[in-house]
C-alpha cells in the first residue's frame, strides 16, 4: 500500500507512470505490502481466471518468491515504470517495500528497477529488456 500521496500521468518511460504528489526525502519508505489491501493470487488461481484477467494481473503484478504467489497493488503503485538507467532511479524496491534512495520532489516520477523483485517479469509478459528504453 502507497505510503505517500501519489498521481498518475503521462510517462516519458512508457505509457503511465506513478508520480509523487509530496516531497519525498531519502530514505522514506514510498509502498509497503500490506496483506489486508494487496491481493494474492497463486497460479493456480490464475489459471481459473478469463484470459483478459489473467494478463490484467499478470501485466500489474509481481511475483513474490516468499509467497510463492503474484501481489496486485490495488493502488497507484501498478503504475511505477522500471529503469534501465541507474542515474534516473530513485526508488529502491524490493519483494515487501519501497524505499526513496534520493530526495524526490513534486512532479518527479518514480522509476524503479523490476529485477530487484521480479527478475522474470519481462520474460513472462514476452517484453525483451533490450526493447526498453
Known amino acids: 500500500m502507497l505510503r505517500i500521496k501519489s498521481k498518475i500521468q503521462k510517462s516519458k518511460i512508457c505509457g503511465l507512470g506513478l508520480f509523487a504528489d509530496q516531497f519525498i526525502p531519502k530514505g ?6 500490506d496483506k489486508n489491501f494487496d491481493p494474492v493470487f497463486t497460479e493456480r488461481q490464475l489459471n481459473l481466471l478469463s484470459e483478459v484477467s489473467r494478463e ?7 511475483f513474490d518468491k516468499n509467497l510463492n504467489k503474484f501481489v496486485l497493488c490495488l493502488d497507484n503503485q501498478k503504475y511505477i515504470n522500471h ?5 534516473k532511479r530513485n526508488i529502491n524496491s524490493t519483494p515487501t517495500r519501497d524505499t526513496a534512495i534520493k530526495d524526490i520532489k513534486p512532479g518527479e516520477e518514480l522509476l524503479c528497477d523490476y529485477s530487484k523483485f521480479d527478475p522474470e517479469y519481462f520474460k513472462r509478459i514476452g517484453i525483451k529488456k533490450k526493447d526498453l528504453k
Open 28 to 33: 522514506f519508505v514510498t509502498w509497503e505490502y
Open 56 to 62: 490484467y494481473i499478470l501485466k500489474y503484478a509481481y
Open 83 to 87: 529503469s534501465e538507467n541507474k542515474q
